[in-house]
Nanobody, 127 residues
Framework: QTQLEESGGGLVQPGGSLTLSCLAS????????MGWFRQAPGKEREFVAA????????YYANDVKGRFTISRDNAKNTVYLQMVSLKPEDTAVYYC????????????????????WGQGTLVTVSS
């Protein structure tokens, strides 16, 4: 049974930085594109960033482009989301998700109906 577990969330001041991690167990991590999504209070879950199975391509939502960086370490079964210049509007529960098919491209995750999700980690940006 594949599981995803996020970590690294917390409270950070505006302009600060935070790095999230998502550890995958179970089926072959390295064959799947991975993505980060977030859900702010009272809002629907939205796409944040994604990375292809081989790290060749990455894809970002417009409002995080230039501030967030997604990366992965297939040897550690882990995908990361490095966040800098954080804003109060970045406050949300952040979820990682795995592609439903192997060897996909990063941009495909934004519109896919993904099935495998972690439990989420809360990021609060506040002074």
């Amino acid at each position: 049974q594949t599981q995803l577990e996020e970590s690294g969330g917390g409270l950070v001041q505006p302009g600060g930085s935070l790095t999230l991690s998502c550890l995958a167990s179970g089926r072959t991590f390295s064959s799947y594109a991975m993505g980060w999504f977030r859900q702010a209070p009272g809002k629907e879950r939205e796409f944040v960033a994604a990375i292809s199975w081989n790290s060749i391509n990455t894809y970002y939502a417009n409002d995080v482009k230039g501030r967030f960086t997604i990366s992965r370490d297939n040897a550690k079964n882990t995908v990361y989301l490095q966040m800098v210049s954080l804003k109060p509007e970045d406050t949300a529960v952040y979820y990682c998700a795995q592609d439903t098919s192997t060897y996909g491209n990063s941009w495909e995750l934004e519109r896919k109906n993904l099935e495998l999700w972690g439990q989420g980690t809360l990021v609060t940006v506040s002074s």
